[in-house]
């Protein structure tokens, strides 16, 4: 189908495009941004004025509740979602039940996304065996299967010989390990260390569960690099959450470590005084942290020392919500919050300019791009034009209403989670329409 997208705000950061133009799509690709080509006849138009046109989002943390829920039909309403929050390609996690530790398991889920024609889901395969932490997993074959990089999602892996041996494998095969660097014996609490978690009762995360991890990673890494010579493995960290973490990646990227990085939308936005009254919405892993953590945070993604921005999208059932604060389960939805919540601290970064504007949608699309391309496993077709506006590329985009304006509560998400620490929040800009290989995957 041939798809006209007329006189929208075109802005591709990785380009620096940002010009309001027609978009012709054909055969699942960009045919043309600006002139129409000869010949070209639309079979249908899209109204794109006073809209912007962006790459579609990439988000690199996304639960899907599969396998596991098959039974609640839970990854229709999670791809759903995504679609409708302008996201064409995720990454799933491999906590999943069963875990994704096996290549038929891998195979099934990619099978069964497909089948949706919705978001394009990119898995990461289990770092070790049912993601106890004691026997590497096949990764040759989940690489086969079609996992992009390998995690132990959030199970600890207290034992520091099985993570080398686990970075020497990934380094001899080109494969990109992601870890979320939290200490298993720092990091049993319910909520950040400090002067509010005392006051509530609650067990504190001291920021030294985070600092002490990456001290681990980085310094395995230096012996991988010290033994192979330049590049060594690559270590994409997931969620860092303090002020101290940002200072340990800033200098491992000063001194050539491979490292990359993302931060939660959350962590990115909220501080602890919003657990509130015990707000089990605010239950999240890793926890919110105190104002100077989240300043850091938002300086290090504004200046590309944390490359990419996520939703960290967990569905949590109601009744799992509806406990108190200690026992309720963490998470929290995400996908359809992610492009709104990153605009609304783009603008408020770049005050005058479009800098943080620019900056923040490269974050959530261009650069996990690059994070996702940086790994041996990601799938060439699929990151053809992956988070950039690109002539011959997938047609993978969104087209975004700045102007509209709609309010956080369960009835406006098509997520089955209902559960955000930004319920009730009033939100700047909305998706109206989501485009996946050249396809109308939603229009609103």
Same mark, same amino acid.
């Given at each position: 189908?041939?798809?006209?997208?007329?006189?929208?705000?075109?802005?591709?950061?990785?380009?620096?495009?940002?010009?309001? @133009?027609?978009?012709?799509?054909?055969?699942?690709?960009?045919?043309?941004?600006?002139?129409?080509?000869?010949?070209?006849?639309?079979?249908?138009?899209?109204?794109?004025?006073?809209?912007?046109?962006?790459?579609?989002?990439?988000?690199?943390?996304?639960?899907?509740?599969?396998?596991?829920?098959?039974?609640?039909?839970?990854?229709?309403?999670?791809?759903?979602?995504?679609? %409708?929050?302008?996201?064409?390609?995720?990454?799933?996690?491999?906590?999943?039940?069963?875990?994704?530790?096996?290549?038929?398991?891998?195979?099934?889920?990619?099978?069964?996304?497909?089948?949706?024609?919705q978001a394009r889901v990119l898995p990461l395969g289990a770092l070790t065996r049912g993601l106890q932490g004691q026997t590497l997993s096949e990764m040759l074959q989940l690489t086969e299967a079609g996992c992009?990089?390998?995690?132990?999602?959030?199970?600890?892996?207290?034992?520091?010989?099985?993570?080398?041996?686990?970075?020497?494998?990934?380094?001899?095969?080109?494969? @990109?390990?992601?870890?979320?660097?939290?200490?298993?014996?720092?990091?049993?609490?319910?909520? @950040?260390?400090?002067? !509010?978690?005392?006051?509530?009762?609650?067990?504190?995360?001291?920021?030294?569960?985070?600092?002490?991890?990456?001290?681990?990673?980085?310094?395995?890494?230096?012996?991988?690099?010290?033994?192979?010579? %330049?590049?060594?493995?690559?270590?994409?960290?997931?969620?860092?959450?303090?002020?101290a973490g940002v200072a340990l990646l800033r200098q491992a990227k000063a001194e050539g470590l491979a490292v990359t990085a993302d931060v939660s939308i959350n962590s990115l936005l909220l501080t602890d005084a919003?657990?509130?009254?015990?707000?089990?919405?605010?239950?999240?892993?890793?926890?919110?942290?105190?104002?100077?953590?989240?300043?850091?945070?938002?300086?290090?993604?504004?200046?590309?020392?944390?490359?990419?921005?996520?939703?960290?999208?967990?569905?949590?059932? %109601?009744?799992?919500?509806?406990?108190?604060? @200690?026992?309720?389960?963490?998470?929290?939805?995400?996908?359809?919050?992610?492009?709104p919540l990153a605009v609304q601290w783009g603008q408020q970064a770049g005050q005058a300019s479009d800098a943080g504007l620019l900056r923040a949608i490269a974050a959530i699309t261009h650069a996990p791009a690059?994070?996702?391309?940086?790994?041996?496993?990601?799938?060439?077709?699929?990151?053809?034009?992956?988070?950039?506006?690109?002539?011959?590329?997938?047609?993978?985009?969104?087209?975004?209403?700045? %102007?509209?304006?709609?309010?956080?509560?369960?009835?406006?998400?098509?997520? #089955?989670?209902?559960?955000?620490?930004?319920? #009730?929040?009033?939100?700047?800009?909305?998706?109206?329409?989501? !485009?996946?290989?050249?396809?109308?995957?939603?229009?609103?």
């Amino acid at each position: 189908m041939n798809i006209l997208i007329e006189q929208g705000r075109v802005i591709d950061p990785a380009s620096g495009r940002d010009e309001v @133009a027609d978009v012709m799509v054909a055969d699942g690709r960009i045919a043309s941004i600006g002139a129409v080509p000869a010949g070209f006849v639309p079979d249908r138009r899209i109204d794109a004025r006073g809209c912007w046109v962006l790459p579609g989002l990439v988000d690199l943390a996304a639960r899907l509740g599969e396998p596991g829920n098959e039974h609640a039909r839970m990854l229709e309403s999670e791809m759903a979602a995504a679609v %409708a929050g302008g996201v064409t390609s995720l990454v799933c996690p491999p906590d999943t039940d069963p875990v994704l530790d096996e290549p038929g398991l891998v195979e099934m889920l990619r099978t069964r996304a497909e089948r949706l024609h919705q978001a394009r889901v990119l898995p990461l395969g289990a770092l070790t065996r049912g993601l106890q932490g004691q026997t590497l997993s096949e990764m040759l074959q989940l690489t086969e299967a079609g996992c992009v990089a390998f995690a132990q999602a959030d199970a600890p892996l207290p034992n520091p010989q099985i993570l080398l041996r686990a970075l020497q494998y990934a380094s001899t095969f080109g494969y @990109a390990v992601w870890l979320r660097p939290q200490d298993p014996w720092l990091g049993q609490g319910v909520a @950040a260390s400090g002067p !509010l978690a005392m006051r509530m009762g609650l067990a504190g995360i001291p920021a030294t569960a985070e600092t002490i991890a990456l001290h681990v990673i980085f310094e395995l890494m230096r012996s991988l690099r010290d033994r192979n010579g %330049a590049g060594g493995v690559r270590v994409h960290l997931r969620r860092l959450s303090s002020a101290a973490g940002v200072a340990l990646l800033r200098q491992a990227k000063a001194e050539g470590l491979a490292v990359t990085a993302d931060v939660s939308i959350n962590s990115l936005l909220l501080t602890d005084a919003d657990i509130g009254y015990y707000d089990s919405r605010a239950r999240l892993v890793p926890p919110l942290r105190q104002a100077r953590d989240r300043d850091a945070l938002q300086a290090a993604l504004a200046d590309g020392t944390i490359d990419a921005l996520v939703s960290d999208h967990t569905p949590v059932e %109601a009744d799992a919500k509806a406990r108190p604060f @200690a026992e309720a389960e963490p998470g929290a939805t995400g996908l359809e919050l992610l492009l709104p919540l990153a605009v609304q601290w783009g603008q408020q970064a770049g005050q005058a300019s479009d800098a943080g504007l620019l900056r923040a949608i490269a974050a959530i699309t261009h650069a996990p791009a690059q994070v996702l391309q940086s790994g041996q496993g990601a799938p060439a077709s699929e990151s053809d034009g992956c988070g950039r506006l690109l002539e011959g590329g997938n047609a993978d985009l969104c087209v975004f209403d700045p %102007a509209a304006r709609w309010r956080v509560t369960p009835e406006a998400l098509k997520s #089955q989670s209902k559960h955000t620490p930004f319920f #009730q929040h009033e939100l700047p800009g909305q998706v109206r329409a989501t !485009l996946v290989a050249g396809r109308v995957a939603y229009e609103g």
